[in-house]
């Protein structure tokens, strides 16, 4: 049975099927790669002059966001360089038990003294261009259709990655035997042309090469953003199973906490104290790990859960910005539920961390970012180059039939 003809057919129908998905994925990424700088440039006013200037404390924060916004109660509060990001949902009004109107759902604070730079309704284009990063988000993850596209881009996620194997398979020499007076060559020699691209060959023949050695050049990178996209669009139904069953133990806050019967609008516990334990809790287990806790990150509430996440970036931080050790709190009975380190903790946390960096360009600095930037680019072509090689042989059939 000749294997090889049946994955040509699977990655040519793989690839048709995965070409709209991946260029957007491919030119948005490539954006997203600077996000910061161009939501920037686009709200320059949503930024607060850096300075030597002590910061706010986050209790100080989120006192100054129920002053600003007293229909308004957080969800999440990012303690970004820039700008404090506070993220909202309405309060429910008393006098008729439904909730306030609200034409935002993030605000944007200076981190120095309170002060309110900006809000918006992060991704509605309807606001113009204050959420055009913001947009180009939400299309890169979820071509801006929420939990319909992310279950689309997980599926195509999933594909690219089994389909990277196959088109890294349909790159090696075939096993054709030889007349028995012509010596085989070597494998290296019969390979090598797949890495090359013959830039004074026609075009059909550049285009070839540019998918085929495009592909086995960029081929480990290729699949660690196919796989790391499986993590964040299918982590329960495919990433996590996997990672468990390779790596063993492997936690997460949305995985291992089952969602209550129904959401905790109204916590026992609440964000002060909240706050007040989960930092103190913090503290304690990084004197017991010998982990010095660097600055506080982030502090969100999820009604759906019911807990509190505090997270702080520490010595074993693998991120250049921001941080992911975390510690979640139950927002009823005030006990610590998980304690999760980035790495060093659990095998598939710490691939799990390194996945989530080398995708969101959050290490190495400029350099990967600029890589990223453009693979981005890389992944459209290789997109654009397949489906110009089945035009190719689908119109040679037809002249043949």
């Known amino acids: 049975?000749?294997?090889?003809?049946?994955?040509?057919?699977?990655?040519?129908?793989?690839?048709?099927?995965?070409?709209?998905?991946?260029?957007?994925?491919?030119?948005?990424?490539?954006?997203?790669?600077?996000?910061?700088?161009?939501?920037?440039?686009?709200?320059?006013?949503?930024?607060?002059?850096?300075?030597?200037?002590?910061?706010?404390?986050?209790?100080?924060?989120?006192?100054?966001?129920?002053?600003?916004?007293?229909?308004?109660?957080?969800?999440?509060?990012?303690?970004?360089?820039?700008?404090?990001?506070?993220?909202?949902?309405?309060?429910?009004?008393?006098?008729?038990?439904?909730?306030?109107?609200?034409?935002?759902?993030?605000?944007?604070?200076?981190?120095?003294?309170?002060?309110?730079?900006?809000?918006?309704?992060?991704g509605d284009l309807g606001q113009g261009l204050t959420n055009l990063?913001?947009?180009?988000?939400?299309?890169?993850?979820?071509?801006?259709?929420?939990?319909?596209?992310?279950?689309?881009?997980?599926?195509?996620?999933?594909?690219?990655?089994?389909?990277?194997?196959?088109?890294?398979?349909l790159t090696l020499p075939s096993s054709r035997r030889h007349a028995a007076t012509t010596p085989a060559k070597p494998f290296w020699p019969r390979w090598a042309p797949a890495w090359k691209i013959k830039w004074r060959g026609s075009a059909c023949r550049i285009n070839f090469d540019l998918h085929r050695a495009g592909g086995l050049w960029l081929w480990l990178l290729l699949l660690t953003f196919a796989w790391s996209s499986v993590y964040m669009n299918l982590s329960d139904s495919v990433y996590a199973p996997v990672t468990r069953t390779l790596l063993g133990e492997y936690h997460e806050p949305w995985l291992d906490i089952p969602d209550l019967d129904k959401p905790l609008e109204n916590p026992t516990i609440g964000w002060r104290d909240a706050y007040r334990i989960a930092s103190e809790s913090m503290a304690q287990a990084a004197r017991e790990r010998g982990v010095a806790i660097e600055k506080p990150v982030s502090f969100r509430f999820n009604p759906a859960k019911g807990f509190y996440v505090y997270v702080v970036r520490t010595g074993v931080d693998i991120q250049d910005k921001g941080g992911d050790t975390r510690l979640v709190l139950d927002a009823t009975t005030g006990a610590q539920k998980l304690l999760l380190f980035p790495s060093g903790q659990y095998a598939g946390n710490t691939v799990t961390s390194w996945l989530a960096a080398l995708h969101t360009a959050n290490v190495f600095g400029m350099p990967y970012r600029i890589l990223v930037c453009i693979l981005g680019l890389a992944i459209v072509m290789l997109s654009v180059t397949g489906v110009v090689v089945w035009l190719k042989k689908r119109r040679a059939r037809l002249v043949r039939a």
């Not at 300075?51 to 509060?77: C, D």
């Not at 700008?83 to 309405?90: L, N, R």
């Not at 990063?133 to 997980?154: C, E, Q, S, T």
């Open 1 to 122: 049975m000749k294997f090889r003809p049946f994955w040509v057919v699977v990655h040519r129908y793989a690839g048709l099927a995965m070409t709209v998905f991946l260029v957007i994925v491919g030119l948005t990424g490539s954006l997203l790669a600077f996000y910061h700088e161009l939501d920037t440039w686009l709200n320059p006013a949503f930024s607060a002059p850096a300075g030597n200037r002590a910061r706010m404390g986050l209790p100080s924060i989120l006192e100054r966001v129920e002053t600003l916004a007293p229909n308004a109660r957080f969800q999440s509060v990012s303690l970004n360089d820039a700008a404090v990001e506070v993220w909202v949902a309405p309060k429910t009004n008393p006098l008729n038990g439904k909730p306030y109107e609200l034409d935002f759902d993030q605000m944007l604070l200076n981190p120095y003294n309170g002060d309110e730079l900006g809000r918006r309704k992060w």
């Open 133 to 169: 990063m913001p947009f180009v988000y939400r299309l890169h993850y979820a071509l801006a259709l929420d939990d319909i596209g992310g279950w689309i881009l997980g599926i195509t996620a999933l594909v690219w990655t089994l389909d990277s194997f196959v088109g890294f398979y």
